[in-house]
Each structure stands twice: as structure tokens, then as C-alpha cells.
């Protein structure tokens, strides 16, 4: 971009110093030094100003935004991995490129997965938090604080994308029987290293699993894909771990069957109308029936620092006239 008219880029959020440096000698860039959420008219100030987007998976940016942007904003480079805030297809129709940052969160996500699958059965947090809060603790006790062996158990993900798979990996090193539904039954290779099985119906590896685990996208087909219908179909000792999107599972069928005993607990990273969340599910979590974790799968100091190496390579690609590599196309395109 040497000798060119440096592009306007905004960011909606703040990024990590390291980030927003690099991007303020490459770029005319404008921050939000105080990290406060734009608002809706916020967001429509910045598209018709920007050359380039950068929001966040907290920004709707949807059809009737894009409508609002100007001539100039010609690219929306997302800081993450899921576009399900972002009206993709209407962008396209309006000529403006979207990307995002892919591959980098894997490793951290299938961590936590594992932190809330260890974290749930063993009753970690309930039993933290005991002695936090000053609690009485007489010494070790042989029936006192019981939990769920994993090992052994069968753990059933849906969605075997790369987060899938770094969560089977780990799985598999705790002892645990991998199981999957996928939309497409992964590489026999693949199959071999994890040693899983694969389930054509969801339906059926619902009824048979002890944790299901939830790595899918969310999307239309996806929305409320664990349904209370679905739910109904596991047995009383499982537990859900979901850090993929809230919205897959039905929040309320599943709180439900948690209170009645239908359920045996839940791992939530994500909810289904964040930032608010079920004052029932945080009942529960006093209760220790579930832990509950304020969105944290990929809030690592590397993960962030990566993601927004992403942002910086999909505009200075953009900008040097090549296709970004992280560039996001509508669905069926």
C-alpha cells in the first residue's frame, strides 16, 4: 500500500495494544480506547465513514446496517471466527468483501471444552467455591463432594470441524470413547486417529452418550438443534458442554431438564440471549448442577493477539488488490 491513500479502518471494540499499534502504522485506523459496545447508531456512523469494518461477534451487522454504509466501505474484516452477526450474502450484493479469522481459537476452545467436561462431573467449581467463600471443611471425608468418573464414558460431539477434533484429542487422552455427528462423516484417517464413531442421527447418539459436547457453527439448520424433543432423548446421568453458540440449544427445555432431574448438569461458555443470562441457569449454578463461564473459550492473550494478526493480513491482502485469505462467502455461493 506504499504511496497509497492509507483506507479508514474503525474498530468497534478494543484489540490488544500490540494489535492496534500495528494497525495504526499500516492503516488510518480509528479505536475505541474505551472498549465501550457501539451502538446502533454508532455502527451506522462507522459504515458510512470507513473504508474497512472490524467488528465483533457482539455487532449485528445485518441487512438494513449494510444498507446505511457508503460508497467507500468496500470490506467488513471481522475479529472472529463465526459470521453469524454478519449479513454476508447482503454485503456481497452491495460489492463489499467479508472475512474473518479462522483456525486460530481451535486449540483454546477445545480447552475449555475439556476445563467444563472435567469441571461439571468432578463438581470443581462447587467445591472451589466452598472454600472461597470461608465455608466449614472438617478434612477429607469418603462420601463427601461426589462426583462423575469420566473415564470411560462415552462423549458424543456434534459439529467434528477442527474445534471437534482438538476436543476429541484431548477426550480421548482422559479416557473417553469418542462419538460424533457431523454433517459429513470426516476422513477415515481421521476416524482412525480418534478412534470415534460416527452417527448418522443425532437422535440416536443422544439417547447413548454420557456428554455430549457442542463444536457446530450456528446457523439456520442449527438454531435450537438441540431441541427439548432432542434433550428428552438422553439419559438422566448426561451433561451438556456447549462453547459454540447458545442458540443451538433450546436453554430453556434444557434448564428444565436440569431442575427436574432429567438432566444431570450442563458446561456453558455460551447462552442463548448473551450478555443476559437464565437467572435460572445461575440458580443452578449456586446449586453446582451446571457451570457457567462468561463467553471465555478463546480469551487468551496468544488467541486474541492471532485473530487480530488475521484482521491486519485480510486488509493489507485486500488493499495490495488479492483476494483476502480469510475471505467469507454467502452460503450456497
Known amino acids: 500500500m506504499t504511496g497509497r491513500k492509507k483506507p479508514l479502518v474503525i474498530l468497534s471494540r478494543k484489540l490488544p495494544d500490540q494489535v492496534e499499534t500495528r494497525m495504526c502504522e499500516l492503516f488510518d485506523t480509528r479505536l ?3 472498549d465501550r459496545p457501539m451502538s446502533r447508531a454508532d455502527l ?10 472490524v467488528p465483533t461477534i457482539t455487532d449485528r451487522i445485518d441487512a438494513e446496517l449494510i444498507a446505511e454504509a457508503g460508497p467507500q466501505l468496500r470490506l467488513i474484516a471481522s475479529f472472529g471466527n463465526g459470521v453469524d452477526h454478519i449479513d454476508v450474502a447482503a454485503a456481497a450484493k452491495r460489492g463489499i468483501t467479508t472475512t474473518n479469522t479462522p483456525n486460530v481459537l481451535n486449540e483454546d476452545t477445545a480447552d475449555m471444552t475439556m476445563a467444563l467436561m472435567l469441571a461439571v462431573p468432578r463438581r470443581l467449581t462447587e467445591g472451589a467455591e466452598i472454600l472461597r467463600q470461608g465455608g466449614k471443611w472438617a478434612g477429607w471425608s469418603p462420601t463427601w463432594m461426589l462426583g462423575r468418573r469420566i473415564w470411560g464414558k462415552r462423549l458424543g460431539i456434534i459439529g467434528m470441524g477442527r474445534i471437534g477434533a482438538a476436543v476429541a484429542r484431548r477426550a480421548k487422552a482422559f479416557g473417553l470413547s469418542i ?18 464413531t460416527y452417527w448418522d ?3 440416536q447418539m443422544l439417547a447413548r452418550m454420557d456428554i455430549i459436547s457442542v463444536n457446530c457453527p450456528s446457523t439456520p439448520a442449527t438454531f435450537h438443534l438441540l431441541s ?8 438422566p446421568s448426561a451433561y451438556i458442554v456447549n462453547t459454540a ?4 440449544v433450546d436453554e430453556d427445555a434444557l434448564v428444565e431438564m436440569i431442575e427436574t432431574g432429567k438432566l444431570a448438569g450442563a458446561g456453558l461458555d455460551v447462552f442463548e440471549h ?3 443470562v437464565n437467572k435460572r441457569l445461575v440458580r443452578l449454578a449456586g446449586e453446582g448442577k451446571v457451570v457457567i463461564l462468561p463467553h471465555m473459550g478463546s480469551a487468551t492473550i496468544e488467541g ?8 491486519i493480513i485480510n486488509i493489507r491482502t485486500f488493499y495490495d488488490g488479492h483476494r483476502p485469505p480469510d475471505r467469507v462467502l454467502p452460503r450456497n455461493t
Open 32 to 34: 475505541n480506547v474505551e
Open 44 to 53: 451506522v456512523a462507522a459504515v458510512k465513514q470507513a473504508d474497512v469494518l
Open 179 to 196: 462419538h460424533y455427528h457431523n454433517r459429513r462423516r470426516v476422513a477415515p484417517m481421521v476416524e482412525d486417529e480418534l478412534e470415534a
Open 201 to 203: 442421527s443425532l437422535d
Open 228 to 235: 427439548a424433543r432432542r434433550l428428552a432423548l438422553m439419559q
Open 245 to 248: 453458540r447458545g442458540d443451538i
Open 274 to 276: 448473551a450478555p443476559a
Open 304 to 311: 486474541r493477539i492471532d485473530m487480530g494478526e488475521k484482521v
